[in-house]
Structures are given as structure tokens and as C-alpha cells.
């Protein structure tokens, strides 16, 4: 089963590289990851995905839970969350059909095509993983010449999530 985890974490150099290193260590796979800072500098959130049973998500859990870098980690398994993909592709053109075909194609993934050449297109498309891979599967005809995926980024449609964001460095360092 894929889950979605969040880790609320201190925005200092190394915690990404030491996190993920701990997760290697224990064979844990981390089939997606993106970080970014949270609206409060002091913080970053790393969002990823493992692959594992409820027993594996309760090991990465736990083994996260110690970091002292780590403010707060949230499964969004049992949670109403909001997901996202962000994508960019660039797909081969030969004809002015087959833009036209493309271009459509776009417009019912709600996807925006960000620069025009004249051998190809680059399209960026964000959404759900499912809807990522299906518009994939539609441009495969056409030729794929690049592709690149953010990651899957999360949020739970509740606040519980930024709790940690009141917490100071030096609560968070002596916890």
C-alpha cells in the first residue's frame, strides 16, 4: 500500500540528506519526495510517499518520529487531504496536426503548454499521480523527448499539521 507522509522539520542545511539516509539504512524505499519551506522560514516540509504495509509505515514513522530535526509527522492515509503533482514534458511536433491534436489534449488536462519550438512543445500538467500517468500515455504516441515530475506535495484539508510551527528552535532542540 503507498502512503502519503508529511515530516514538519527544521529548515537547516542536512536534514533532508539525513532523513533520507536513515530511511536507506533501514531499507526503506521513498518512491516520491518533495521539500520546500512552509510559510513560516524556520520550518520545511518533506513530503513523500513510501511503499509498505501499515507495520513498514509505523517503523518509518517512529524511526522519523526520533530525529530531532523533526517536528511532526503526519500519515494522510485516514485524513482528507489535497495531493499534488506538478509536471513538466516536452512532446515532439512534426506536423501542425498533431499540435492541434496536442493542444486539445491540454486543454481537457487543464494543463498549460509553457514554450512552443519548432520540433516540439513543453507542456506543464499538475494533478493528481493518475491523471499525470494517463496524460503521459496520450503524448506517448506523439514522442516523449523530456519529462520531469516534482514529487507529490500534500496538505490536509484541516490545520492540525502546522502545530509545530508555534514551537521555537530551542523547544524543538530540547524536546
Given at each position: 500500500?503507498?502512503?502519503?507522509?508529511?515530516?514538519?522539520?527544521?529548515?537547516?542545511?542536512?536534514?533532508?540528506?539525513?532523513i533520507s539516509g536513515m530511511?536507506?539504512?533501514?531499507?526503506?524505499?521513498?518512491?516520491?519526495?518533495?521539500?520546500?519551506?512552509?510559510?513560516?522560514?524556520?520550518?520545511?516540509?518533506?513530503?513523500?510517499?513510501?511503499?509498505?504495509?501499515?507495520?513498514?509505515?509505523?517503523?518509518?514513522?517512529?524511526?522519523?518520529?526520533?530525529v530531532v530535526t523533526v517536528?511532526?509527522?503526519?500519515?494522510?492515509?485516514?485524513?482528507?487531504?489535497?495531493?499534488?503533482?506538478?509536471?513538466?514534458?516536452?512532446?515532439?511536433?512534426?506536423?501542425?496536426?498533431?499540435?492541434?491534436?496536442?493542444?486539445?489534449?491540454?486543454?481537457?488536462?487543464?494543463?498549460?503548454?509553457?514554450?512552443?519550438?519548432?520540433?516540439?512543445?513543453?507542456?506543464?500538467?499538475?494533478?493528481?499521480?493518475?491523471?499525470?500517468?494517463?496524460?503521459?500515455?496520450?503524448?506517448?504516441?506523439?514522442?516523449?523527448?523530456?519529462?520531469?515530475r516534482t514529487g507529490r506535495?500534500?496538505?490536509?484539508?484541516?490545520?492540525?499539521?502546522?502545530?509545530?510551527?508555534?514551537?521555537?528552535?530551542?523547544?524543538?532542540?530540547?524536546?
Amino acid at each position: 500500500m503507498r502512503h502519503v507522509l508529511s515530516a514538519l522539520v527544521m529548515n537547516q542545511p542536512g536534514v533532508l540528506a539525513h532523513i533520507s539516509g536513515m530511511l536507506a539504512s533501514r531499507d526503506f524505499n521513498i518512491d516520491s519526495l518533495a521539500v520546500g519551506v512552509t510559510e513560516n522560514e524556520d520550518f520545511s516540509r518533506i513530503t513523500f510517499v513510501v511503499n509498505g504495509d501499515n507495520r513498514v509505515l509505523e517503523q518509518v514513522r517512529k524511526q522519523l518520529e526520533k530525529v530531532v530535526t523533526v517536528v511532526k509527522v503526519q500519515d494522510y492515509l485516514d485524513t482528507d487531504f489535497v495531493e499534488r503533482d506538478l509536471m513538466l514534458i516536452k512532446v515532439a511536433t512534426e506536423e501542425a496536426r498533431q499540435r492541434s491534436e496536442i493542444r486539445e489534449m491540454v486543454d481537457v488536462f487543464r494543463g498549460k503548454i509553457v514554450n512552443v519550438a519548432k520540433t516540439h512543445l513543453m507542456i506543464e500538467i499538475s494533478g493528481q499521480e493518475k491523471k499525470l500517468q494517463a496524460f503521459i500515455e496520450l503524448m506517448r504516441p506523439f514522442g516523449i523527448l523530456e519529462m520531469v515530475r516534482t514529487g507529490r506535495i500534500a496538505l490536509e484539508r484541516d490545520t492540525t499539521i502546522n502545530e509545530g510551527l508555534n514551537l521555537s528552535r530551542e523547544q524543538i532542540e530540547t524536546r
